[in-house]
C-alpha cells in the first residue's frame, strides 16, 4: 500500500514530466521554425539565381526595344510622308516642269522655202540635238515663232522655245518595316510551401496535448480512489 510521501512524490513526478513535456513541446517548435526558415532561405536563394538570366536578358530586351521603337516610329513618317505624296499626285493629275531650251545656231545659212534644213542645235539637260522629232518623242515641246532668212526674204518660221517634261509619280516606297526584338519568357518559379512543417507543428502539439492529457487522467485517477476508499490513504482504526 502506497505511503503519504509515496503519492507525494508520485504528484510531483508527474507535474514534473508535464513540464519536461511542455520542454521538449517547444523545443520541438523551435527545431520546426528553424527548418522552416532554413528552407525558405535556400528557395529565396533558388529564386534568385533562377531570376539573374531572366532579369538580365529583360535589361538588354528593353535597350534593343528602345532601338525598335525609334526606328518603327521612322518607317511609319516614311511610309506617312510616301502616302502623302502619293495622294496628291493622284488628286493633281499629269503635271510638268518646264526645262529651258539652249538653242544655238548652226552657221549663217538661208533656207529654201518647204525645205527642212536645220538652222539650230539644241542643248537640253546636258544632251545636245539637232532633229526636232527626236526632241518631241522625249518631251512636250513649247514653240515659238522667229524670223529667219530665205532666198525669197525674211519669213517667220515655228522654232523650239522650251520643252515640258512629265513629272514622274513618287518613287515607290520600298522600306521595310523593322521586327519587334522578342520579350524574353519568365521562369516558373513556384511559391514556398510552408505545409510540410505547419503539419510538424501540429503532430507535435498534438503528442504534447496528447501525453499532457494522459498524465492528468493519472492524476485525477490516483485522488479519485483516494476519496472512495479512504483506508488507501493512511487512514486508522
Do not use: C, H
Not at 158 to 182: H, M, R, S, Y
Not at 215 to 237: D, H, I, Q
Amino acid at each position: 500500500m502506497a505511503t503519504m510521501y509515496q503519492k507525494k512524490m508520485a504528484a510531483r513526478r508527474s507535474t514534473s514530466d508535464i513540464g519536461r513535456l511542455a520542454q521538449q513541446y517547444q523545443q520541438q517548435i523551435a527545431a520546426v521554425t528553424g527548418e522552416q526558415e532554413s528552407a525558405y532561405g535556400q528557395y529565396e536563394k533558388d529564386v534568385v539565381s533562377k531570376m539573374a538570366p531572366y532579369e538580365s536578358a529583360v535589361s538588354e530586351y528593353q535597350k534593343k526595344y528602345a532601338t525598335y521603337e525609334g526606328e518603327a516610329s521612322s518607317y511609319r513618317k516614311q511610309l506617312s510622308d510616301y502616302q502623302a505624296k502619293l495622294q496628291a499626285f493622284e488628286k493633281a493629275g499629269p503635271t510638268y516642269t518646264t526645262i529651258p531650251v539652249n538653242r544655238i545656231k548652226i552657221g549663217e545659212q538661208m533656207i529654201d522655202v518647204g525645205t527642212n534644213v536645220p538652222i539650230f542645235r539644241y542643248e537640253i539637260e546636258g544632251k545636245s540635238y539637232t532633229n526636232l522629232s527626236e526632241i518631241q518623242s522625249k518631251y512636250e515641246t513649247v514653240m515659238g515663232w522667229i524670223d529667219v532668212p530665205t532666198r525669197q526674204g525674211s519669213r517667220k518660221i515655228p522654232e523650239l522655245d522650251a520643252v515640258k517634261k512629265l513629272n514622274p509619280a513618287p518613287t515607290p516606297f520600298t522600306g521595310t518595316a523593322p521586327t519587334a526584338p522578342t520579350a524574353p519568357v519568365k521562369p516558373v518559379v513556384g511559391e514556398f510551401n510552408p505545409e510540410p512543417f505547419k503539419e510538424k507543428q501540429v503532430m507535435a502539439e498534438q503528442t504534447f496535448k496528447r501525453e499532457v492529457g494522459e498524465r492528468k487522467a493519472a492524476r485525477l485517477g490516483a485522488v479519485s480512489r483516494k476519496a472512495t476508499r479512504p483506508l488507501l490513504g493512511g487512514a486508522t482504526p
